[in-house]
RNA sequence: GCCUAGGUGGUGGAACUGGUAGACACGCAGGACUUAAAAUCCUGUUCCCGUUAAGGGAGUGCGGGUUCGAUUCCCGCCCUAGGUACCA
């Protein structure tokens, strides 16, 4: 029988599904690992061929950690809460439970097809009351806890009110808004209930208050910054506003430090760790105060650069400071206010983009230098950003290039303020030289400036040391309905969580997916939607990232209705080892999944301050598309010809185009193309060499494009096999690529190869059991040693040349041995399961239990090479074939005597000074 | 502008700590088997010179450098992709 990957692969799929093969336990006897795929949002256009990328290599990885004795946990499921399922419901009325289920059925089949060794008895779902139950638990912990900055981590909000009520607001050192009370114990003892509460609000990790949040109004609900992608969503590049609005945040920003810390334990990819460490924007630096006397208030910038205090020769406020309107003078105050209205009507692309023209104005009011005195004038400017630091800046012309070019547009005065600076045509911040001009700090380095300064400042209470973040507050609401209800009811406008025993927190029927007419998110339109039949539920709900915050933890313990995850078991899967996924995630997901992480290690769930020890990025696979380029007569109109790519020059033509799954190797099936179109029914083509040659693009893969690749079809045609293997030997997995089907049969070839090497010409299973020769014996062990030096490296996709070459090694040796198949299947196991499966069952071994199998361990004698010429070179030039049977003792090189004639010509009389040896061959000779 | 990754045949790519550059595969050309096709197998395939060959020369984005030897290390530049930005 031939090679038949339709029987073989629909056999081992069902077998495997029936034994449950890959389902896994908490054992004792064998090391435990855990592989993680970041698990898909269900679409409904189903999988691509780029999708199963990461998990081919997580699959892979996992089957091969198996064979290498390790207790691996790797499952899948589905980020099931989001917005396409609820946009179609509003379009089409369809209940998005029901979009999103027969989405996942899609999904499912779609895996099963490409034989992953999941253990699906784990698998989760966002959406799932069971699931989304701990997702709402989890909320309420972070509701009733606080950051104790004492001990640097989050704390039960019992404590913090243990502390009011000892001592009141004394002496706690916490993580909060900025506006929180000073009070006694006294005095907190007589607060009423509705003020304790708002108090604690203001300490809570997950709050609720009045921000400035991203509002998207096409969308009708707030984003996150991370959703914000150059001033429009990123999902449908609407555009999107700042507006005030009450809303529930993570307080993230309590561990902006250990999550940039955190990033030096983690073997991550440089870029990702990069990423985060900008998105959390780290600053040291000192804030200082410029005080108002006339309107008995101050100033307060930020600066990384404290030394230049003395350089300051105006202030400048951004448009949106809350001190403008009082700080206008009646002189200054109407263009102040057209410049006002002016940047406001910028959008924030615009300003962003717009970074060229210098504009700002004066407001005709003076602030006082916190340590001269003098007097500074105070100006606002757009390029001074509301949303960072204080949204006020000190400028040092000197110092700063914006400031700079400020200064001399709007001729204000420079002043230099180090010996070594250089200010003729721009600032010049160096750090290298003296200070001048700068009272008492004259004469100072940077080192001895900067403490001399802060201490300053200290004493004068204007100023101190500060560490700036860029990183916000996680906005955690959203308007919409397809999400977790927020565990939470409203009493007197306080919000207060619903009883534990109540989880989870149903989401409630509506009669349409829409705001309601008040203007309320869709949970508004729910009847009866009231706790206990009194109190209001909060309308809003959670964000699409709140159910993937914590999913590796639930895939430990499934199905535990008691707790999100068992001490049990968390305990023993401790943190995943190894996680595959996109690098778009950078600063959405795995940065809310480390902070949640590290709230729930604080609190005392698990141990783990990271959840993901190793991360891989899968790149991208890109689309290929094909053009056809139909020839237009005079008028320019279309017609029914089309010209094949290398003639195309001689027409005048438009390129259209064409399905790539009606072309092959870029040659188009023109009988297909005929059906492809009604209207190319009649089409006709104009040839070279007798084919339509098409051309290509590389673009993102999408219908309208016609590139898009189903896996199934691969799957049908050549197996899931090949598709594994091909989709490795693509390329580096960590690299973005087009997907092009041009080489999948030489992949599918070698699987051929590998089955008919077994096989005899009838088609029996054919093994010989006599004992494998060296040379067989030496294919077999480069291959084991090459598959896993591979692995350990994520390198797949040299694997997959190495089994070629193995397997035309052996064919060329005609070896069918029975020794070598056996071991040579055990390592192909990861990469093409099923067919080893198969052959496995062939040799006699037990049915299905190739997983079980222990990866051969290599032998390096089988690999010594046999003393026969090589190439030598001499001085790294002339290279010739050394019969080098020669006993050579590199220490004494010049003793040595090469009597062979042809050397001997080259070497001229000459001295060997050193011969260079590589892996125990002598490959060149300097003389 | 800044950060990160990368630039190798007609194509995808290989070369792991500096050691025969182009493995493996696709494509292409020629051939075997076949009435024919499919499938399979064999040979060739970086470029230039050389009638075939033997042989020689050039060659990993560009220009230098270190080394017996550089795709690999160093310096300067060009280009591509991803991220990020009046971040004070």
């Known amino acids: 029988m031939e090679y038949n990957h339709r029987s073989i692969e629909q056999k081992w799929q069902q077998f495997w599904a029936e034994n449950q093969t890959f389902k896994t336990a908490e054992s004792t006897d064998k090391p435990k690992y855990y592989v993680l795929d970041m698990f898909p949002y269900p679409s409904g256009a189903g999988l691509h061929v780029g999708h199963p990328l990461g998990y081919i290599a997580s699959d892979i990885f996992s089957r091969y950690k198996r064979l290498k004795g390790f207790n691996v946990l790797h499952p899948m499921g589905y980020?099931?809460?989001?917005?396409?399922?609820?946009?179609?419901?509003?379009?089409?009325?369809?209940?998005?439970?029901?979009?999103?289920?027969?989405?996942?059925?899609?999904?499912?089949?779609?895996?099963?097809?490409?034989?992953?060794?999941?253990?699906?008895?784990?698998?989760?779902?966002?959406?799932?009351?069971?699931?989304?139950?701990?997702?709402?638990?989890?909320?309420?912990?972070?509701?009733?806890?606080?950051?104790?900055?004492?001990?640097?981590?989050?704390?039960?909000?019992?404590?913090?009110?243990?502390?009011?009520?000892?001592?009141?607001?004394?002496?706690?050192?916490?993580?909060?808004?900025?506006?929180?009370s000073v009070f006694s114990a006294a005095d907190w003892k007589v607060f009423s209930e509705e003020e304790q509460q708002r108090e604690l609000l203001k300490y809570r990790l997950a709050y609720l208050r009045e921000s400035t949040v991203n509002w998207c109004a096409a969308l009708g609900t707030v984003l996150a910054n991370d959703e914000v992608i150059n001033g429009v969503s990123e999902r449908g590049g609407y555009p999107v506003e700042q507006k005030k609005m009450m809303q529930w945040s993570m307080r993230i920003t309590a561990y902006a430090d250990r999550l940039l810390s955190g990033l030096d334990s983690v073997d991550w990819p440089e870029p990702l760790v990069e990423m985060q460490r900008n998105w959390i924007g780290k600053s040291v630096g000192a804030s200082v105060k410029f005080p108002l006397p006339q309107v008995n208030?101050?100033?307060?910038?930020?600066?990384?650069?404290?030394?230049?205090?003395?350089?300051?020769?105006?202030?400048?406020?951004?448009?949106?400071?809350?001190l403008v309107e009082a700080l206008s003078t009646d002189e200054q105050r109407s263009a102040v206010t057209a410049y006002i209205e002016k940047t406001a009507k910028k959008s924030e692309l615009d300003r962003m983009a717009d970074t060229k023209t210098v504009s700002g104005v004066f407001t005709g009011s003076y602030a006082k230098h916190p340590i001269t005195g003098e007097e500074v004038q105070i100006w606002i400017a757009d390029y001074v950003l509301a949303g960072y630091g204080t949204g006020a800046v000190m400028a040092v012309p000197s110092g700063d290039q914006r400031d700079y070019v400020f200064a001399k547009h709007f001729n204000l005065p420079i002043i230099p303020i180090s010996d070594s600076q250089n200010i003729e045509e721009q600032a010049d911040p160096n750090k290298e030289g003296r200070y001048i001009n700068s009272d008492f700090i004259n004469g100072m380095t940077y080192q001895e400036a900067v403490p001399a300064l802060v201490a300053k400042l200290e004493a004068l209470k204007l100023g101190k040391a500060k560490v700036n973040f860029r990183m916000r507050d996680a906005i955690f609401g959203r308007q919409r309905y397809w999400g977790e209800p927020v565990p939470v009811y409203f009493k007197n406008g306080i919000p207060y969580l619903i009883e534990e025993k109540e989880l989870p927190l149903l989401l409630p029927e509506v009669d349409k997916y829409l705001p309601t007419e008040t203007g309320e998110p869709p949970l508004g339109r729910a009847e009866g939607w009231k706790y206990q039949d009194q109190y209001e539920y909060e309308l809003s709900t959670m964000p699409g990232w709140a159910g993937s915050s914590w999913y590796w933890f639930r895939y430990m313990d499934s199905q535990n209705q008691d707790i999100f995850?068992?001490?049990?078991?968390?305990?023993?899967?401790?943190?995943?080892?190894?996680?595959?996924?996109?690098?778009?995630?950078?600063?959405?997901?795995?940065?809310?999944?480390?902070?949640?992480?590290?709230?729930?290690?604080?609190?005392?769930?698990?141990?783990?301050?990271?959840?993901?020890?190793?991360?891989?990025?899968?790149?991208?696979?890109?689309?290929?598309?094909?053009?056809?380029?139909?020839?237009?007569?005079?008028?320019?109109?279309?017609?029914?010809?089309?010209?094949?790519?290398?003639?195309?020059?001689?027409?005048?033509?438009?390129?259209?185009?064409?399905?790539?799954?009606?072309?092959?190797?870029?040659?188009?099936?023109?009988?297909?193309?005929?059906?492809?179109?009604?209207?190319?029914?009649?089409?006709?083509?104009?040839?070279?060499?007798?084919?339509?040659?098409?051309?290509?693009?590389?673009?993102?893969?999408?219908?309208?494009?016609?590139?898009?690749?189903?896996?199934?079809?691969?799957?049908?045609?050549?197996?899931?096999?090949?598709?594994?293997?091909?989709?490795?030997?693509?390329?580096?997995?960590?690299?973005?690529?087009?997907?092009?089907?041009?080489?999948?049969?030489?992949?599918?070839?070698?699987?051929?190869k590998v089955w008919r090497l077994f096989h005899d010409a009838q088609g029996n299973f054919n093994v010989s059991d006599e004992e494998p020769t060296k040379a067989e014996y030496k294919a077999l062990h480069k291959i084991i040693k090459k598959v896993e030096d591979d692995i350990e490296r994520f390198s797949f996709n040299t694997s997959v040349s190495a089994f070629m070459i193995c397997v035309n090694e052996l064919t060329e040796l005609k070896c069918n041995k029975r020794q070598i198949l056996q071991d040579l299947i055990i390592?192909?196991?990861?990469?093409?399961?099923?067919?080893?499966?198969?052959?496995?069952?062939?040799?006699?071994?037990?049915?299905?239990?190739?997983?079980?199998?222990?990866?051969?361990?290599?032998?390096?004698?089988?690999?010594?090479?046999?003393?026969?010429?090589?190439?030598?070179?001499?001085?790294?030039?002339?290279?010739?074939?050394?019969?080098?049977?020669?006993?050579?003792?590199?220490?004494?090189?010049?003793?040595?005597?090469?009597?062979?004639?042809?050397?001997?010509?080259?070497?001229?009389?000459?001295?060997?000074?050193?011969?260079?040896?590589?892996?125990?061959?002598?490959?060149?000779?300097?003389?």
């Open 297 to 322: 208030s101050e100033i307060e910038v930020f600066t990384t650069r404290v030394d230049t205090l003395f350089g300051v020769s105006f202030v400048v406020l951004a448009p949106e400071h809350e």
């Open 79 to 180: 980020d099931s809460f989001g917005l396409p399922a609820e946009q179609y419901a509003i379009q089409t009325g369809q209940h998005p439970a029901i979009t999103t289920a027969a989405n996942i059925n899609r999904y499912r089949e779609q895996l099963d097809n490409i034989g992953f060794s999941y253990d699906w008895s784990r698998e989760v779902r966002t959406s799932n009351p069971d699931y989304y139950k701990w997702t709402q638990w989890i909320f309420m912990q972070l509701f009733n806890s606080w950051y104790n900055k004492d001990v640097d981590k989050a704390e039960s909000i019992d404590t913090l009110i243990d502390k009011f009520n000892n001592s009141g607001s004394q002496g706690i050192h916490a993580e909060s808004d900025e506006d929180t």
């Open 827 to 927: 390592v192909l196991e990861p990469y093409a399961p099923h067919i080893a499966e198969e052959l496995w069952a062939l040799l006699g071994n037990e049915v299905g239990t190739i997983s079980y199998a222990i990866y051969p361990t290599f032998n390096p004698e089988y690999l010594i090479e046999s003393q026969f010429a090589y190439p030598v070179s001499i001085n790294g030039k002339m290279k010739m074939n050394l019969p080098l049977a020669l006993d050579l003792d590199a220490k004494a090189v010049e003793e040595i005597v090469i009597s062979n004639a042809d050397v001997q010509r080259y070497l001229d009389g000459k001295a060997v000074k050193k011969l260079i040896f590589v892996k125990g061959k002598i490959i060149n000779i300097v003389i």
């Open 565 to 752: 995850v068992s001490k049990q078991a968390v305990d023993y899967w401790k943190a995943v080892d190894l996680y595959i996924g996109g690098s778009e995630h950078a600063t959405g997901h795995l940065l809310y999944s480390r902070f949640w992480n590290k709230v729930l290690k604080d609190l005392g769930f698990h141990q783990e301050e990271e959840p993901f020890k190793k991360l891989i990025n899968q790149g991208m696979i890109q689309g290929r598309s094909n053009f056809v380029y139909r020839v237009l007569d005079n008028e320019g109109k279309g017609t029914n010809q089309f010209v094949s790519l290398g003639l195309k020059d001689q027409y005048n033509t438009v390129p259209l185009h064409v399905d790539v799954n009606i072309v092959y190797n870029d040659v188009l099936d023109t009988e297909r193309f005929k059906t492809f179109r009604p209207d190319f029914a009649d089409a006709e083509f104009i040839l070279e060499n007798g084919k339509y040659i098409c051309g290509t693009e590389v673009e993102k893969m999408s219908k309208s494009k016609f590139n898009v690749v189903n896996p199934d079809d691969i799957i049908e045609t050549y197996g899931a096999d090949t598709l594994r293997l091909y989709e490795m030997f693509l390329g580096p997995l960590e690299q973005a690529k087009p997907w092009n089907t041009n080489g999948i049969e030489g992949v599918y070839k070698f699987l051929r």
